[in-house]
């Protein structure tokens, strides 16, 4: 498995744009057109399998002089099932499940053999367009965006180095929380 293996993606996006306003068969005329007209609607929604992630051993139990801390090739050894039923930050994987291999072995637990929680994201925009002139061909888009819009948050990648305090607890998230933002586009 590569580093960077997601088995499943999806991703839909969608936009609707008010059959209303300037330009469309509904109210393309008069003070409601300027209110109700041209308005449209955005969404991304993004489902995606969870990421891959090595475990490794503390120190150079090889015996290769490895000496950089993030070019490991040591893993441990696996003495029982590192599935649990109902993970949790605190507890990610069994971590009684491995074993720190002896000296002068790699351990025989694979490379990029588990994979953290899955991830959810939907964004949302809501975009208004305000025609300047009588042709159309310059406007002003005042735009809404909401990232992550209902604030999911999916657990990162757990702590991978066996014999740590951190081992299999999880400390951050796989996205950002969630930001809105307004802004004003000019087209001419």
Known sequence: VSAYDIPQLLTVSGLYQLPVGRGHNHLNSGPASWVLGNWQLNTIATLRSGQDYTLTVVGDVANISDTVAWWNYERPNLVGNPKLANPTAQEYFNTSAFA?????????????????????DIDFSLFKNFPLGENGARQVQFRVEGFNLFNIQCLGVPGATIGQTTTGVVGDVAGLPREIQFALKLYF
């Open 100 to 120: 720190i291999p002896p000296t002068g072995s790699f351990g025989n637990f694979g490379r990029d053999a588990l994979r953290s929680a899955s991830v959810y």
